[in-house]
């Protein structure tokens, strides 16, 4: 019998903690309609961020700043930050916070009371309250109400046309929990790219380069070379080596004694 107690009050602390858990869902829908524009230099533009609450049970509070933008472009968002105060499970507690999301079938969010729940709608409402839109999702039928942000910024006069300039927009969602403090957060980044543009369209040629002829000074008068007379090179003979001299001389001695030899023969006979 203790055993069945035992087994009947663990069935049913499971049964009530997997209501409760499913009585809790967090949804923190966004979108961004574009992430890249063209502006004109000196313009005061905007671009926009899509928040909805369609799939969750508890009302979802968003806090906006501008994590990075380009120097004096002066980044403010609509709407501005502000301290709210609730009472949750009977305990005052303040956010800070740019929005706060209905979820379906409920307006949680009590100080904005012209927001409607987060359900979506079969055809766009004939009056759209301030600050909100109707767009359509794949995979949702009918239009989403969301609420919009407006990312808001002065373009200098000095940008450079033809570069893109980023901004990017911090996001942080928060849900209080049951006790009054917060149960959870869910934080993302939106980046946008803004490129400067000409303020009036034209294609013009360009200027050609005015290019000044070159002076040109005068050949100076070529005097023709003459050639000096050459002069004949003196050729040294080349010395005749004493050896041919002492040949010669025998040769002349052999042939004078030849002939006195030949001329005592004659005589003789």
Not at 39 to 61: Q, R
Request: proline share 10%.
């Amino acid at each position: 019998m203790k055993k069945a107690i035992v087994v009947a009050v663990l069935w049913l602390m499971i049964i009530v903690s997997l209501s409760s858990a499913q009585e809790d869902k967090y949804n923190f829908g966004s979108m961004q309609p574009a992430k890249e524009f063209t502006v004109n230099p000196g313009d005061v533009s905007f671009v926009k961020i899509y928040f909805y609450n369609i799939f969750g049970t508890k009302d979802t509070h968003v806090s906006l700043s501008a994590a990075s933008a380009p120097e004096g472009w002066n980044v403010t968002i609509d709407p501005p930050k502000q301290k709210k105060e609730y009472i949750v499970a009977g305990v005052p507690l303040t956010s800070e916070e740019n929005l706060c999301l209905n979820p379906p079938d409920n307006k949680w969010c009590v100080l904005d009371e012209n927001l409607p729940p987060g359900n979506p709608v079969s055809e766009k409402p004939a009056v759209i309250p301030e600050g909100m839109e109707y767009i359509q999702a794949a995979g949702v039928n009918g239009y989403i109400p969301v609420v919009v942000a407006k990312i808001r910024f002065n373009v200098p006069e000095n940008v450079t046309v033809g570069r893109g300039y980023g901004i990017k927009i911090n996001a942080v969602a928060s849900w209080f929990g049951k006790v009054g403090a917060v149960a959870l957060t869910q934080e993302r980044d939106f980046d946008f790219t803004i490129t400067p543009v000409a303020k009036e369209y034209g294609v013009e040629k360009p200027t050609p380069a005015v290019t000044t002829p070159e002076k040109t000074t005068p050949a100076a008068a070529t005097v023709p070379l003459i050639s000096p007379t050459p002069t004949p090179a003196v050729t040294t003979p080349e010395a005749v080596p004493m050896w041919l001299y002492a040949l010669v001389g025998i040769l002349v001695v052999i042939v004078a004694v030849q002939g006195m030899l030949i001329l005592r023969k004659k005589r003789k006979t």
